[in-house]
């Protein structure tokens, strides 16, 4: 039980963090697709630079999981043509949301209920891709 309270305050300080640093705002978000501030590059550039020691840390055995145990990263081959059409898809369904899915729920604890729309298509599209992935291309 201690374990789901520890978590319970991590995503807490994370929607705070969110909040303060502007990251739910859609205004950034256009501003970013507009290409006219670096404040969310900045953002998205930090968390893919943490992201990757992160992954360095996780291969060589120095951050385990919850239970202690090493965490395996298999290796994948990479398809630049499933990344780009991925990338697409999400990239066109944050610009027409105006959130990404990492703010979707802080955003409903701060009273924009209208995002309730938004969660309600990411689960459809996540149980559609459940019952079509055996018939997608991957």
């Known amino acids: ?9 991590l995503g807490i300080v994370f929607g705070i963090i969110m909040t303060k640093g502007e990251l739910i705002s859609w ?3 256009y501003e970013m697709f507009k290409f006219q501030s670096f404040h969310m590059y900045g953002v998205i550039g930090s968390a893919v630079g943490l992201g990757a020691i992160l992954m360095l840390l996780f291969r060589k055995g120095i951050i385990k999981n919850v239970y202690g145990d090493k965490i ?7 398809k630049w043509k ?11 369904g944050w610009a027409l949301a105006g959130a990404c899915p ?11 209920f209208s995002i309730l729309i938004v969660i309600f298509g990411a ?4 149980f559609l891709y459940g019952k079509f992935q055996k018939h997608l291309p991957h």
Not at 102 to 112: A, D, E
């Open 1 to 9: 039980m201690m374990k789901y309270i520890k978590f319970g305050l």
């Open 27 to 29: 205004f950034r978000i």
């Open 72 to 78: 395996i990263v298999p290796a994948k081959d990479f």
């Open 82 to 92: 499933r990344a780009l059409f991925g990338g697409i898809i999400f990239g066109l």
């Open 102 to 112: 990492g703010p979707m729920f802080v955003l409903i604890g701060n009273g924009v």
């Open 123 to 126: 689960l459809l599209g996540t």
